[in-house]
Nanobody, 116 residues
Framework: QVQLVESGGGLVQPGGSLRLSCAASDRIASFNAMAWHRQAPGEERELVASITVIGSTNYADSVKGRFTIFRDNAKNTIYLQMNNLKPEDTAVYYC??????????WGQGTQVTVSS
């Protein structure tokens, strides 16, 4: 069973930065794509950013220009660099991995709180 372990969440002031990490128990090059999702209280889980096995990236409009997703295959880890954080970015952030034909894995989540 694949395990995904997120870290790096915490409390940050508006305008601040955080870097989230997601360490996989398997080679991340074996996944078709990996992604970060988030879920705020009372809201549905939403896609924040994704990266494919060939490095193509996609971002939610709300985070474009502020967040960057990238991967380190040698460490079997993906990251989410979050800059210029806003209170509306407050949520639990989840790591997700997809593998053909239809396998999907989730991490336990890490809390990000943006508040002064």
């Amino acid at each position: 069973q694949v395990q995904l372990v997120e870290s790096g969440g915490g409390l940050v002031q508006p305008g601040g930065s955080l870097r989230l990490s997601c360490a996989a128990s398997d080679r991340i090059a074996s996944f078709n794509a990996m992604a970060w999702h988030r879920q705020a209280p009372g809201e549905e889980r939403e896609l924040v950013a994704s990266i494919t096995v060939i490095g193509s990236t996609n971002y939610a409009d709300s985070v474009k220009g502020r967040f960057t997703i990238f991967r380190d295959n040698a460490k079997n880890t993906i990251y989410l660099q979050m800059n210029n954080l806003k209170p509306e970015d407050t949520a639990v952030y989840y790591c997700h991995a997809a593998r053909a034909p239809s396998y999907a894995y989730w991490g336990q989540g890490t809390q990000v709180t943006v508040s002064s």
